[in-house]
Structures are given as structure tokens and as C-alpha cells.
């Protein structure tokens, strides 16, 4: 909320129950006159914006009765005023949660020496889209490209906080009409459309988005990667995002029905490791319950899906690289991928599938498929959400076998499942948003810094901020180190832990 609105607020909240009193000492003008300037400086600055219509239906019922009171004027009933104090308090409760649960909230301010920009590249592939129900669809991939820019962004227009389309599955998905959605113009971001890319090649990371999420509802995420220099691919995997707009206006959304039948077996598939867990059995014991399971359930279709939507993707860094705006820019030796939940286990998926892949990482996503009968054969680090001790912890029989070469494993403490992503500044009320007690602004800075870390050291070849020194800085991260599947680092037993700044 911003420090005009809530002046405005506290002024419309206050006045209604003090005004008789008030009057004796500042004339009933003078108050409306404060009223008027709080309600235009409110529009000058903040500007409107629908979560703040309580406020206004008070301003404009405050300004009548400061306009029309006589204090000479025997009160109402009491009967009357207390029902006018009762609908008053209901008003002025809905006017301070809407604002408060979906402020026009302010993302973090990149740290990395470089600008950002994005550029989007449209892609209509030879692969049969077996998502939609006609057998001659192709599949279509629209990728927004994060990049180190070569520009001063003091006087460019920043982009607008997530596309059309996105916001329109988003609000689908929760019931909401869309326009309910436009107060996100003025969030500010620190990403600049099509700026010149800075002039060196950069490693290439891929990023995979979280099953029915918006894919580009990562910017505080995306930005300080892009600004610490990496160019980022963002991936939209069709119908299975919330939406995308595709460059001649069509817009593919979330396809529900689609994942109605293919999630139409899912209980009968895990319900046998919830049992295994709920009934307390031994860790060798669940085992082979967790593997049959891991390879049949129907997220690891998903995460297939979406590895070959990867891999469509690596086939095309080539030709990128030597034609257009990325012409090289990108250093095809040095690749990463990344993501979070399905998107994290289909990035650990791609890993297994493509050797061009040189190290990876998994934002709080369970690893379906056979991963649990393989190793890695490149560094892997895995952050986990810090989740309840009853939660069934799939990825404990998962990443039994790790990786021959490093493995990182990590918790990020008092966080939920959407602290990888914008939901906590977006929502900032965690029972509400799923979140955790977590700073939203510290716990995206840890998770930033960790994967700064992790792929400088391993694509870049950069110890100056190792992985470790990460962990020793932050007392809510949780860290275990691992060096091949058996022969173990004198670091893979040491927890670190440390104080935050």
C-alpha cells in the first residue's frame, strides 16, 4: 500500500467517528478541504485503481456529510447511528484488505551490473500437438528471451508487469473478471523491452515455469539472473501455462479438461505412497513403493512433454546464435536449465535426456520419472520449500541416487511453494498466497544468490561467491553438500548454517 493511500485511508476511517468533536477546534470546511487534497494527491500519484473503491464510496459519503453538517442539529437515534458506525466499520474493513492484499507491490531492484531486456521469439515447430483435439495441430512455442542489455534505462519506458494473456488464465483460474487485473500496469519492473543485448556471448539458461502457472510470473526471479549476466530462455509450454499470446493476437490458454483425463488416475497411482507415508514405513520399505509410483504418474508425462520442449529448444540455440538480435551472444559450451515445481522436475528430466546440459537446478519440484533408478553426471542443486514434517518427501527416495559430480542439496527455511516466484509480492499475505513466514523480499534474495552462485561456479567457472559462502550467510538456508553418488566431499554431512544479514 502506498504511503498516500494509506494517509487517505487513516483520514476516512478516523473523521466519521470524531468529526462532532473534531468541528470545536477545525472548522467542517477545512476538513473538507484536507479531504479533497488527500483523494487528488492519492489520483495524482498513486492513481486509481478498483482495490481502493471503499475508500472512495467513504470520501465521497465524508465529504457530503462534513458539507452538510450543523452541530446544532439534534443527533440521529441512537438506533440509526449505530447501524450508520456498523455499515461505516464494514466499509472500512473491505477498504484496508483490498489494497493490503493486492497492493501495487514494488519487485526487487536488480543487483547484477548489467540492464535487462526481453524480446519474444515465436516458433511454430513440426511436433504434433498432442495436448488439443485436432490431429493436424503443430505445436507452438513463444519464448521471452531475458538477456544483459548495453544501455542507460533512465529515460526508456519500463515493459508492463506480465503479458495479456497470462493475466487473463490468471484471473480465470481464481474466478475473477480480468479487468480486475489491470492495476498490475503499474508495477514497475526493471526490464526493458528490445534494448540493445550487450556486446560478448553470455552462458544460456533455460527456465521451466510451475504446471498452470503464469510462465512469466518470475520477474524478480528472472531479472537479477538476466542483470548478473546470463541470457535467460523463457519457456511457455503451451495450454499447460496459464496463457500466451502468440505475436497474431491468439491466445492458447490452460487446457483443464486435458489435465482432467490425464490426472484422472493420479490418486490411484500416489495413494499408495501416501499410505506408505502416513503409516510410518521404514525408508527401504517405501522405496519400491515411491519407484513404481515416480514412473506412472502422470506429472512425469508432463515433464517429458516439456523436456522435449527443451530439447526443441536447444536444437534452435544454433541457428539463433548466427542470425538476428542474439547473433553471437550465446555460449553454446556453457547451457544451464532450471525451474520450478514441474518445471523444476522437467529440468532435472532434460538433464538426463541431453549432455548439453552442464549443470541444473530444481526450484521446490518433485522429480517424477526414472530419475530414481539413475545418477546426474553434472552438478545438480535441488531447494526445497521448507514443508511440514508430515509432508510426504517424494524426492528423499528420488535423489537417492544423486549425481556423479556435485550435488547441492537445500532448504529454504519458514518458505512455501510459491516463494520461488512473484505470488509473495503479488499477495503479500501468506495464508492467502501459500507462502511462508519468510521476508518475500530476503527469501527471493537467497534463492537468487544461490543459483548466482551455483551457475557461476559450474558454467562460468567464477568461485568468488562459492555455493557454500551463500550458505554460510543466510541462517534460513539449509545446506548439504554432496560430491559423486557414493564417495562423498568431507563437506556432504556438513549442515550449513549462518546468520543473515
Known sequence: MGTVEFILLFFVSGIPFTKRLLIRYIPAN????????????????????????????????????????????????????IAGYALTIIVLLIGWVLPMALPVFSLPEPRGPYSVGTSSIYVQTEQEEEITADPNDKRELLYKIWYPGDVDTKSIEHEPYVDTGSRAGFATKYGLPPTLLNYLDKVQTYVYPDIPVKETSFPVLIFSHGYGSKATGYYALLTELASQGYIIINMNHTYESLGVTLPDGRVHYFDYAYQQTIGADAMEVVGPIIDAFKNDLPYEERHPIVREAAKNYFEGRIQDRWANDMVTTLNLLEKWNTEGKFKHKLDLTRIGVFGHSVGGGAAGNVTLKDGRIKAAANLDGIQWGDKIDRNYSVPFLYVSADWPADHEDINAHIYKKKSTDYFYECTLLQSGHPNFMDIPFMIPIPSVAGTGAINPYLGMEIV???????????????????????????DLLKMLVHQGDSVRSPLDSMETTARSK
Open 30 to 81: 477545512y476538513l473538507l478541504l484536507l479531504l479533497g487534497v488527500f483523494v487528488g494527491l492519492h489520483l495524482l500519484i498513486d492513481g486509481y485503481r478498483w482495490q481502493m473503491i471503499p475508500a472512495y464510496i467513504m470520501s465521497a459519503i465524508l465529504g457530503w456529510r462534513l458539507y452538510q453538517l450543523n452541530t446544532e442539529d439534534t443527533p440521529k437515534k441512537w438506533g440509526l447511528r
Open 448 to 474: 537468487t544468490k544461490l543459483l548466482t552462485s551455483f551457475f557461476d561456479q559450474h558454467l562460468k567457472g567464477d568461485n568468488s561467491m562459492s555455493i557454500q559462502a551463500v550458505g554460510e550467510q543466510y
